[in-house]
């Protein structure tokens, strides 16, 4: 079977489409992710990469306009740890999370694990970049982020029919991977690099 191409402008509104109805109607467009045949390469290309693109774009142009003097090299280098800590945590999160539902006997089919972290993400990248270009609203992205818990919440009871306490146990060990792991990747890197100095 071959993969049809998507145009730019194609992919960035379904990117719109998508995000939108995660916002508005959430139930609904868990229901239609869990159905689409997409593989993990898919959803990265036709979702999450661009978000992250964009994301990494907001802090390199924030670093540049908070600081006095045009340090393109500092900003560079925020931008591809945000670029990287963004990244990798979606695959460090899906491969432990598997792990560990691999270990106490929960089956949760990879793709769907993949998509259920790739989507509910989209809350920090776009906060993450609401905040790279306005440092003072890190507030409000703070406590937008914890939206991020709601969509997990929805995503699992779209896909699982469990009791209330493993739906909670899903939902904080899901929703506190997501929120967590980027940022301390961030700070792995930013340790590494200077130590590297």
Not at 29 to 48: D, G, M, T, Y
Not at 151 to 179: C, D, N
Request: proline share 3%; aromatic share 16%.
């Amino acid at each position: 079977m071959s993969k049809e191409t998507i145009s730019l402008a194609v992919l960035y509104k379904n990117l719109i489409g998508r995000l939108k109805e995660l916002i508005i109607r959430p139930q609904k467009e868990w229901r239609v992710i869990f159905s689409e045949p997409k593989s993990i390469n898919e959803v990265l290309a036709q979702f999450s990469l661009p978000l992250i693109g964009f994301y990494t774009s907001a802090v390199f142009v924030g670093y540049l306009i908070s600081h006095q003097q045009l340090d393109f090299e500092s900003a560079l280098k925020e931008a591809v740890f945000t670029f990287s800590s963004s990244f990798f945590a979606l695959y460090v999160c899906y491969y432990v999370l598997g792990k560990v539902l691999q270990l106490f006997k929960h089956d949760f089919e990879k793709s769907q694990l993949f998509q259920l972290l790739a989507y509910s993400s989209s809350v920090l990248y776009l906060t993450g970049s609401f905040i790279a270009l306005i440092p003072e609203a890190i507030i409000i992205g703070s406590v937008v982020n914890l939206y991020l818990i709601y969509l997990v919440w929805v995503a699992v009871s779209t896909l699982k029919k469990v009791s209330k306490e493993i739906h909670i146990w899903y939902t904080a060990l899901f929703g506190l991977a997501i929120l967590f792991t980027p940022s301390l990747i961030h700070r792995l890197f930013v340790f590494i690099s200077n130590l590297s100095v």
